[in-house]
């Protein structure tokens, strides 16, 4: 069997591929140029794709580079920024997993004649009455099942999560064992396009107009304060909000880009029964309004008890507000059954 492992640079994909050559499989390493631009962040720089090329010849496989900038700016990078013209709270990583390497990636797998494609996600592929679902990954402080919430029953038949079975510490070990020169690399993290040094503000005022935006305190009605930029505040932020003069931290409740207004209010207001979403996806069979389900609204988060209708969730306890433009993954135990976005 023939198996296309794209190979990001990391620790976690490189175990996946000496996973799978230890296996028996017939394994090629793919890694996908996405940004051209400048990114400090660990992830789609010039020194990642060093390095899976040098893992590869390491555990004796070859190595293949794709070039999918283009598509990567059109769904990834365009998103995000109309998603903040619009006043949501975009998460580009699983839009980069929607769009490019379940799709993009898996399209050019299956025209290679590969039999699968393998990634280094801490998740498993599950399998029940024949059906292939995604599962939460053995070592639950390092679970992506919620970024590959939005896959297909026909992705999920395609794919490969070598590292889902282990633990971070025993992928660390495994490559250590095998002196891979990604052992000891840190994990990628934030956004691999925005730049530590300039930032949200400063990747976005160089491709949209930002707007100061005034502040209210949603219970009296009062303007409160200002921000720079009302596209730059997300619901449930914090930091730099001021208090509501009694001392107590304020929160935004909600993002107003069109009237330029923010919404603040105190920690128990961020606290709601239900959440809106749309764009609704399934692996295979909808949910139907009643189902019982367990929703986990970002991906650090831990899943709450919740009932499920056509067009919001509603908990059976009060729950954090999940921020517009948020994945929301709809889980049966550690099984995913279907993602959502939320309004």
Known sequence: MKVLVAMSGGVDSSVAAAMLVEQGYEVVGATMKLWGGE????????????????????????????????????????????????????????ECNRHLKFDTFVDRAKTLG????????????????????IGRGEDRAKDQS??????????????????GEITKDQVRE??????????????????CFVSSSAGRNGFLSSRIELHPGELYD??????????????????????????????????ALEVDVESRRVFLGRQPDLL??????????????????????????????????AVFFHN????????RRVAPGQTIAFYRGDVVVGSATAC
């Not at 590969?114 to 679902?133: C, I, K, M, P």
């Not at 495994?174 to 956004?191: G, H, N, Y």
């Open 218 to 251: 949603k219970g009296t009605g009062r303007k409160v304060g200002s921000v720079d930029a009302v596209e730059l505040v997300t619901v449930g932020q914090r930091k730099g909000l001021g208090t509501l003069g009694d001392g107590a931290a304020r929160y």
């Open 146 to 163: 919620y970024v590959l919430s939005m896959l297909s029953g026909d992705q999920l038949d395609f794919l490969l999560l070598p590292v």
């Open 272 to 305: 709601v029964s239900s959440v809106p979403f749309s764009s609704a996806t399934f692996p295979y069979d909808p949910l139907q309004d009643g189902d019982s389900v367990e929703v986990q609204g970002s991906a650090h988060g831990h899943a709450s008890k």
């Open 174 to 191: 495994i490559a250590k064992k095998m002196s891979l020169r990604t052992a000891l690399k840190p994990d990628s993290q934030d956004v």
């Open 114 to 133: 590969f039999d699968f494609v393998a990634t280094g996600h801490h998740a498993r592929v599950l399998t029940a009455g024949g059906r292939a679902f």
């Open 312 to 319: 919001e969730v509603r908990f059976s306890e009060p729950h």
């Open 39 to 94: 990114s400090d962040s660990g992830c789609c720089s010039v020194s990642d794709v060093e390095d899976a090329r040098r893992v590869a010849a390491q555990i004796g496989i070859d190595h293949h580079v794709f070039n999918f900038s283009e598509e990567f700016h059109e769904k990834v990078v365009d998103f995000y920024v109309d998603a903040h013209r619009r006043g949501l709270t975009p998460n580009p990583c699983i």
